[in-house]
């Protein structure tokens, strides 16, 4: 398939895209394909065809025939990148608006507070206290109860 005709793309002939859709269109689907097919292969259409219409304001700003393909698969590239980005934050729950802390105490609430007095804890005290009470007794100290 031959290249088509330059400058009527850049004029907007209906004609001359007609014909430069068939070329372009490899390349833009197979961009989209790359990045899209393992995650979103439904998409790859949309994306393709977004291209090509993204492409369509751009051609007046490009100087040669041989620009086309490589900026449309660009463009598939970079949009499906952005969709890819767009879609897996969502996952993520972008948009939340929660403060850091008030997740963090919400992560927290079913942790125990360590500061709090628990029944081994106060165990522990017991029997250290009855321990060094009986070593003290052994080597004859008495307890000076202030």
Request: overall charge negative.
């Amino acid at each position: 398939m031959s290249a088509p005709d330059f400058r009527a793309l850049q004029q907007g002939d209906a004609a001359a895209w007609s014909v430069a859709f068939p070329w372009l269109w490899p390349a833009a689907f197979g961009a989209a394909q790359v990045t899209l097919q393992p995650y979103l292969p439904a998409e790859v259409e949309d994306v393709a065809i977004e291209s090509l219409e993204a492409l369509v304001e751009k051609v007046r700003e490009l100087k040669s025939v041989e620009e086309l393909k490589p900026l449309v698969a660009s463009i598939a590239h970079h949009r499906a990148v952005s969709l890819l980005r767009e879609r897996f934050a969502k996952k993520r729950g972008v948009g939340r608006t929660e403060s850091l802390e008030a997740v963090q105490e919400a992560n927290m609430a079913d942790c125990p507070d360590p500061t709090a007095d628990s029944p081994l804890a106060a165990l522990e005290q017991k029997e250290l206290a009855a321990r060094l009470s009986g070593t003290l007794s052994e080597q004859g100290h008495r307890p000076t109860g202030d």
